[in-house]
């Protein structure tokens, strides 16, 4: 109440400060008349009461000022006041302004896009109801120390029965559906899911239904419910769909409704990152029957919400108790495997958190820069000041005031920067998104919210406390006198070695930053140069799936073999060949297997390897060059003996010394009986994973003796290989009409995809090492020409009296030199310390390689003096005369 | 100024412009004269420290004012004790008294 009433009356002696004053002054008058009144009526004359009263009670207008002053809006009155001055000033010098506010908004810009990323990707919930709750369930075999994103159904079935703290525990797993009897036939990319996956989520169709609990059981599951977007794209957001049948694989499933357009899951899609729609395209019940064989089947990704009010440690510590129980009851398939609770966010950004908050770390480091150099401006304008400053101190100006008055302009230049900074901001977003790879999970979201503008706004006050702070304390601590007496203003002492070591601390500061980048970038390069282990060039993919009602396994091999006789015969065409798991396409799939005389208790003990089914031409066509024994031949089918082709690592680490073709090996484990496959060749690595990761052991079998639904062709040309397309869907459709192709892309668009994320982080890191580098080079230059300037006078001297020029020239340069060797020394150690935090991000690069600590180092040395020869330049050609006479 | 007690702690003339209010709305030269009069001489108040006091005291809502003619056909801003203000004045005399015994106790026991 009474501080609503205290700010109403404030605001009304703010605004309406005449009515307020003229009130005031009419009752003060009237009081001050009364009192002279009763002195008159004592018998005084009028003048003499008059001085009388004022003695005894005060002077009218002293007694104004001081009502007026008592209250808490004459505060926000000379706050103001030191606002319109401070604009004033800032007008009057519009270079400085100009130079000033563009450093800031520079500074506070970068920082500002950087912050919206992390904002979108790190702190903005994920977009289902109450997602904090939300966690995702993964195994973790500790033997191998290795996570499985995927769980098999008993496990996940005895999770759900057993564990308590969860209020719902759903599944999914990805699946392709054919879509035919339309126009034209397509390929549907979507999930499966347990009845209850859509309310964990809390989440509704917009139109029709969810899944009933029991509608996820086989020989009830087929329902759909479609995805917007698939909705209006395919069937023109028609309502009547809702009911309708639709032909999927050759089977029928009603639509029973449709999700809202801004609904998406997983909230990240990773079937392959190399599929070019990260939304999944429909959802459809789970159907699978609790079968106790299948435990080692791991296939589904769980997610969970919590108990309202229970904690994650909770859920940690039942599920931990859970899993060592069904270590215990089957210990073949569970040995060693416990569960991991993860936020569902926590998922989704993956390694993305640490590499954002490095970023905004050195942003801000970019920022630190941006901010010395505005101290320097300030403090080289505070020697140009000192007379003003002098002149309102003798006129009875209080030093705080004095403090005020220039921190308000800083805050003001500051305010100026971040308005500035937000604009640049948006034209920042707008690069971070148009460059960042397509994987990064959230990246469409970024944007400037509430949040962002809160950070933006906190961010320039500080850098305006931070910069104007020392300017205005030194302003503040000046010696009266001296200025006043039309003495030439020389830079304090104190003064200048603030600025030295501001310039010191810039050239640090970008320094590290620089042998950050400098170390990402060879980092990329090196990353550049490993051999992927194929040739990527001239290669396209084309990627099919075949329905599995309509082709049965032989009919799956008969319709590949003809789909690539057909390719093989189109003009432009090399060699076609065909794998289901593309080398740096994100798919892969694999398991233990037993080497013939060398049985294993479980299939924790067995050796492992990714398992790859590839048809006769595919090494050829992809130039993985063949080591020993033979590739696989036409002769490689039903009937013939089992073959397979292992790569070199699998070779080198299962039979170490010894050659392995002629050897056996089966997947079947435990005690049934084995089927034996015999190594016919051992081919070359291929880099599966991506040029960062290490060759696996690598299993290929012939796609004749085990045909997939599923295969990518590759077809190698003499030509661009987009070219080929329509011809090679051509070919395909030809064979089947209803058989949609699911896309085709080069393989150098997959490459290019592949090291996206870090070819983007390396050009973030470079470009804030360039910012920061302008920057510090700005602070030289601005440092030394400031320097110059002040002591023409003294270089006149030193001319007049026969110095030589170069003397002068080294004078300056000396002082250069010095300075920037000093920053070099502090950003050596700064970057020592600090590239532990990036070693993460480096691939075969040390984090305190010599070569790019040195070779950083000169060329910031070199710009840094360059920056500092022009106004060394200028003084060496300072006309003595000229300079005397300035005096 | 120097006939202000320099001693006067803060909120006591608050608590005695209250006091002065509490028979009948005065302008403030009418409370000056009051104070004078009731302390016997002691407190001689300034203008600026009165009114100061005055805008503080409407801003917390205890005293409100009008503009009136006095008994000289003057125009004079009136001063008036609010609901809230009487209710502070109480309960200020009744702090104000436990703490004079407290503090008379200390010094005679000592």
Same mark, same amino acid.
């Given at each position: 109440?009474?501080?609503?009433? @205290?700010?109403?009356s404030?605001?009304?002696?703010l605004?309406r ?9 009419e009752e003060?008058n009237s009081f001050?008349?009364?009192a002279?009144?009763e002195k008159m009526?004592?018998g005084?004359?009028?003048k003499?009461?008059l001085?009388a009263v ?7 207008q002293?007694t104004?000022e001081?009502v007026r002053?008592?209250g808490w809006?004459?505060f926000?009155?000379?706050c ?5 001055f ?6 009057k010098n519009?270079g ?6 563009l450093t800031?908004?520079?500074?506070i810009?970068a @920082?500002?896009s950087i912050?919206?990323?992390?904002n979108a990707v790190l702190?903005r919930p994920?977009? &289902?109801k109450?997602s904090?709750q939300?966690?995702?369930l ?5 033997k191998r120390g !290795?996570d499985?994103?995927w769980v098999?159904?008993?496990?996940f079935h005895?999770?759900?029965?057993q564990?308590?703290?969860f ?8 699946h392709?559906f054919?879509?035919t009897k339309?126009?034209?036939a397509?390929?549907?990319f979507?999930?499966?899911?347990s ?12 139109v029709?239904?969810n899944?009933r609990p029991d509608?996820?059981q086989?020989g009830?599951d087929? #329902?759909?419910?479609l995805?917007y977007?698939?909705w209006?794209?395919s069937?023109?957001a ?12 050759d089977e029928?499933?009603t639509?029973?409704?449709v999700?809202?357009?801004s609904?998406?899951?997983?909230p990240?899609?990773?079937?392959t990152s190399?599929?070019?729609s990260?939304k999944?395209?429909?959802?459809a019940?789970l159907?699978?029957a609790?079968?106790l064989?299948?435990r080692?089947?791991n296939m589904?990704g769980v997610? $969970?919400?919590?108990k309202?009010?229970a904690t994650?440690?909770q $859920?940690r ?9 069904l270590e215990?009851q089957?210990p ?6 416990t569960v991991?609770v993860?936020?569902l966010?926590?998922q989704?950004?993956g390694?993305?958190r640490?590499?954002?908050?490095i970023?905004? $770390?050195?942003?801000s480091?970019?920022?630190?820069? =941006?901010?010395?150099?505005?101290t320097n401006?300030?403090?080289a304008r505070?020697t140009i000041?000192? *007379?003003?400053m002098a002149? *309102?101190t003798s006129l009875?100006?209080s030093r705080s005031?004095?403090v005020?008055q220039?921190?308000?302009e800083?805050l003001l230049?500051a305010?100026?920067g971040? $308005?500035f900074?937000i ?5 920042g977003i707008?690069?971070l998104?148009?460059f960042?790879?397509?994987?990064l999970?959230?990246?469409g979201?970024?944007a400037i919210d509430?949040?962002?503008?809160a ?7 500080l850098t305006?406390i ?5 300017p205005?304390?030194g302003v503040?601590?000046?010696? !009266?006198s ?7 203003s ?10 030295s070591?501001?310039?010191v601390s810039?050239v ?18 090196r990353?550049?140069?490993v051999?992927?282990?194929f040739?990527?060039?001239k ?5 099919t799936i075949?329905s599995e009602?309509?082709y049965?396994?032989q009919q799956?091999?008969?319709?590949y ?6 390719i093989?015969t189109l003009?432009?065409v ?7 798991n593309?080398p740096?396409s994100?798919?892969h799939g694999?398991g ?9 208790e479980?299939? !924790?003990?067995?050796p492992?390897?990714?398992r790859?089914?590839?048809?006769v031409? &595919?090494f ?5 060059p063949l080591?020993q ?7 490689d089918r039903d009937?013939?003996?089992?073959a397979?082709?292992i790569n070199e690592?699998?070779a080198? *680490?299962?039979?170490p010394?010894?050659?392995p073709?002629?050897s *056996?090996l089966?997947?079947t484990?435990?005690?049934?009986r084995?089927t034996?496959l015999?190594?016919v060749g051992v081919?070359?690595d291929v880099?599966h ?5 290490p060759?696996?052991?690598?299993i290929y079998l012939?796609f004749l003796q085990?045909?997939?639904?599923f295969?990518?062709t590759v077809v190698r040309s003499?030509?661009?290989?987009t ?6 869907r051509?070919?395909i459709?030809?064979?089947?009409r209803?058989q949609?192709?699911l896309?085709?892309r080069a393989?150098t668009d997959?490459y290019s995809?592949?090291? +996206?994320?870090?070819r983007?982080?390396t050009a ?6 360039t910012? =920061?580098?302008?920057?510090?080079v700005?602070?030289v230059y601005?440092?030394?020409a400031f320097?110059v300037?002040q002591?023409t006078? #003294?270089?006149g001297?030193?001319i007049?009296?026969g110095?030589?020029?170069?003397h /002068?020239l080294k004078l300056?340069?000396?002082r250069?030199?010095r300075?920037?060797?000093m920053?070099i ?9 600090l590239?532990r935090?990036?070693? @993460? ?11 790019t600590?040195i ?9 840094a003096l360059l920056?500092?020869?022009?106004p060394?330049?200028?003084a060496?050609r ?6 005397l006479?300035h005096e | 100024?120097a006939d202000?007690p320099s ?6 003339l ?5 006091k002065t209010l509490?028979l009948?709305?005065?302008h403030?030269?009418?409370?000056? /004269? ?6 016997k001489?002691?407190?001689r108040l300034?203008a600026g420290?009165l009114?100061v ?7 917390d809502?205890?005293?409100?004012n009008e503009w009136?003619?006095?008994?000289n056909?003057?125009?004079?801003? &009136? &001063?008036?004790?609010t ?6 004045l109480?309960?200020e ?10 503090? +008379? ?6």
């Amino acid at each position: 109440m009474s501080v609503l009433r @205290n700010i109403s009356s404030g605001l009304r002696s703010l605004f309406r400060k005449k009515r307020v004053g003229r009130e005031l002054e009419e009752e003060l008058n009237s009081f001050l008349e009364m009192a002279a009144e009763e002195k008159m009526n004592a018998g005084m004359s009028r003048k003499d009461a008059l001085r009388a009263v004022r003695l005894e009670r005060g002077d009218l207008q002293v007694t104004k000022e001081v009502v007026r002053s008592a209250g808490w809006e004459s505060f926000v009155e000379t706050c103001w006041q030191d606002l319109r001055f401070a604009a004033r000033m800032l007008r009057k010098n519009p270079g400085f302004t100009a130079v000033a506010v563009l450093t800031l908004a520079l500074g506070i810009g970068a @920082n500002t896009s950087i912050f919206s990323v992390v904002n979108a990707v790190l702190l903005r919930p994920l977009p &289902y109801k109450d997602s904090d709750q939300l966690v995702q369930l993964i195994e973790h075999d500790q033997k191998r120390g !290795v996570d499985f994103d995927w769980v098999s159904f008993p496990n996940f079935h005895d999770w759900n029965e057993q564990a308590k703290a969860f209020q719902f525990m759903a599944a999914y797993k990805f699946h392709a559906f054919n879509l035919t009897k339309v126009s034209q036939a397509q390929m549907l990319f979507g999930v499966k899911v347990s009845a209850n996956l859509l309310p964990t989520l809390g989440a509704e169709p917009i139109v029709g239904r969810n899944f009933r609990p029991d509608e996820d059981q086989p020989g009830r599951d087929h #329902e759909i419910i479609l995805s917007y977007d698939t909705w209006r794209e395919s069937f023109g957001a028609d309502p009547q769909l809702i009911g309708k049948a639709l032909t999927l694989n050759d089977e029928l499933y009603t639509v029973i409704g449709v999700m809202p357009a801004s609904f998406n899951f997983p909230p990240t899609v990773p079937i392959t990152s190399a599929l070019p729609s990260r939304k999944a395209a429909f959802f459809a019940p789970l159907g699978l029957a609790f079968n106790l064989d299948q435990r080692d089947w791991n296939m589904l990704g769980v997610i $969970a919400r919590l108990k309202p009010g229970a904690t994650i440690s909770q $859920a940690r510590a039942e599920l931990d108790a859970v899993a060592s129980s069904l270590e215990l009851q089957y210990p073949v398939q569970n040995r060693g495997i416990t569960v991991r609770v993860e936020p569902l966010l926590n998922q989704v950004v993956g390694d993305l958190r640490l590499a954002l908050w490095i970023f905004l $770390a050195a942003i801000s480091l970019v920022l630190l820069v =941006a901010c010395a150099n505005v101290t320097n401006l300030l403090l080289a304008r505070s020697t140009i000041r000192q *007379r003003e400053m002098a002149l *309102r101190t003798s006129l009875g100006a209080s030093r705080s005031r004095l403090v005020r008055q220039l921190l308000t302009e800083s805050l003001l230049l500051a305010v100026g920067g971040g $308005a500035f900074g937000i604009l640049l901001a948006y034209g920042g977003i707008f690069l971070l998104t148009a460059f960042s790879p397509d994987n990064l999970p959230r990246i469409g979201d970024v944007a400037i919210d509430g949040r962002v503008l809160a950070y933006t706004s906190v961010v320039s006050i500080l850098t305006g406390i931070i910069f104007g702070l020392a300017p205005s304390l030194g302003v503040a601590l000046v010696d !009266v006198s001296q200025p006043l007496k039309g003495q030439r203003s020389t830079p304090t002492a104190k003064h200048s070695r603030l600025r030295s070591t501001l310039v010191v601390s810039e050239v640090a500061l970008s320094l590290a930053l620089l042998i950050g980048a400098g170390l990402m970038l060879k980092s990329f390069v090196r990353m550049e140069r490993v051999d992927l282990g194929f040739r990527a060039e001239k290669v396209l993919t084309v990627w099919t799936i075949l329905s599995e009602a309509k082709y049965a396994p032989q009919q799956q091999a008969a319709f590949y073999e003809q789909a690539w006789q057909r390719i093989q015969t189109l003009p432009g065409v090399k060699s076609v060949g065909a794998i289901d798991n593309l080398p740096l396409s994100g798919i892969h799939g694999g398991g233990p297997f037993t080497i013939d005389g060398h049985p294993t208790e479980s299939d !924790v003990d067995a050796p492992v390897a990714y398992r790859c089914v590839a048809n006769v031409n &595919y090494f050829r066509t992809m130039g993985i060059p063949l080591l020993q024994g033979r590739e696989f031949t036409e002769r490689d089918r039903d009937g013939t003996p089992p073959a397979l082709v292992i790569n070199e690592t699998a070779a080198r *680490r299962y039979w170490p010394g010894q050659s392995p073709v002629g050897s *056996r090996l089966s997947f079947t484990t435990g005690r049934t009986r084995a089927t034996w496959l015999e190594i016919v060749g051992v081919v070359k690595d291929v880099l599966h994973d991506g040029l960062e990761s290490p060759a696996k052991p690598t299993i290929y079998l012939p796609f004749l003796q085990s045909p997939q639904a599923f295969m990518v062709t590759v077809v190698r040309s003499d030509m661009e290989p987009t070219g080929l397309t329509s011809a090679v869907r051509g070919a395909i459709a030809a064979l089947d009409r209803d058989q949609p192709v699911l896309m085709t892309r080069a393989m150098t668009d997959i490459y290019s995809d592949s090291v +996206a994320q870090r070819r983007f982080n390396t050009a973030l890191m470079a470009a804030f090492g360039t910012l =920061a580098l302008l920057l510090a080079v700005v602070g030289v230059y601005g440092l030394m020409a400031f320097a110059v300037t002040q002591r023409t006078h #003294e270089m006149g001297v030193r001319i007049a009296l026969g110095a030589e020029h170069w003397h /002068v020239l080294k004078l300056v340069l000396g002082r250069a030199l010095r300075l920037t060797f000093m920053g070099i020394a502090f950003g050596l150690a700064m970057a020592f310390f600090l590239t532990r935090f990036i070693s @993460n991000l480096l691939f075969n690069v040390p984090r305190t390689d010599p070569a790019t600590f040195i070779v950083v180092s000169l060329c910031l040395g070199g710009i840094a003096l360059l920056a500092s020869y022009i106004p060394a330049r200028r003084a060496m050609r300072i006309d003595p005369v000229v300079a005397l006479r300035h005096e | 100024m120097a006939d202000q007690p320099s001693d006067l702690v803060q909120g006591t003339l608050d608590m005695l412009i209250l006091k002065t209010l509490a028979l009948e709305p005065m302008h403030g030269y009418g409370i000056a /004269v009051r104070l004078e009069q009731m302390s016997k001489g002691v407190f001689r108040l300034n203008a600026g420290s009165l009114f100061v006091a005055f805008q503080r005291l409407q801003r917390d809502g205890l005293i409100r004012n009008e503009w009136k003619a006095t008994e000289n056909s003057r125009r004079a801003k &009136y &001063y008036a004790l609010t609901a809230q203000g009487r209710k502070r004045l109480n309960s200020e005399t009744r702090e104000w008294g436990r703490q004079v015994a407290a503090i +008379a106790r200390i010094l005679e026991t000592s």
